[in-house]
Nanobody, 114 residues
Framework: QVQLVESGGGLVHPGGSLRLSCAAS????????IYWYRQAPGKERELVAPISSAGAGTNYADSVKGRFTISRDNALNTVYLQMSRLKPEDTAVYYC???????WGQGTQVTVSS
């Protein structure tokens, strides 16, 4: 059974940092690209950052470029999203997924507020 479980969210002040984790199981993790998405209240889900299967290829939404870093540890079947210089507009539920999985996990809530 394919599972991707997000964790690491929380409440943080503007300018702060968080590291999200995505623990995967039930599929060939090291052969798959993984994608971080987010969905803010009242908005559609948006792609934040993908990472290739080996981790060499990454990309970022313009809104997070230079502030967020995606990485992965294939030995631990885990993808990370290091978020720095957080802004209130980064407030959202963050999800990770593959390109082909139709199911979504619970996500992890990130709230940036003073």
């Amino acid at each position: 059974q394919v599972q991707l479980v997000e964790s690491g969210g929380g409440l943080v002040h503007p300018g702060g940092s968080l590291r999200l984790s995505c623990a995967a199981s039930g599929f060939a993790f090291s052969s798959n690209a993984i994608y971080w998405y987010r969905q803010a209240p009242g908005k559609e889900r948006e792609l934040v950052a993908p990472i290739s299967s080996a981790g060499a290829g990454t990309n970022y939404a313009d809104s997070v470029k230079g502030r967020f870093t995606i990485s992965r540890d294939n030995a631990l079947n885990t993808v990370y999203l290091q978020m720095s210089r957080l802004k209130p507009e980064d407030t959202a539920v963050y999800y990770c997924n593959t390109a082909w999985n139709d199911n979504w996990g619970q996500g992890t809530q990130v709230t940036v507020s003073s």
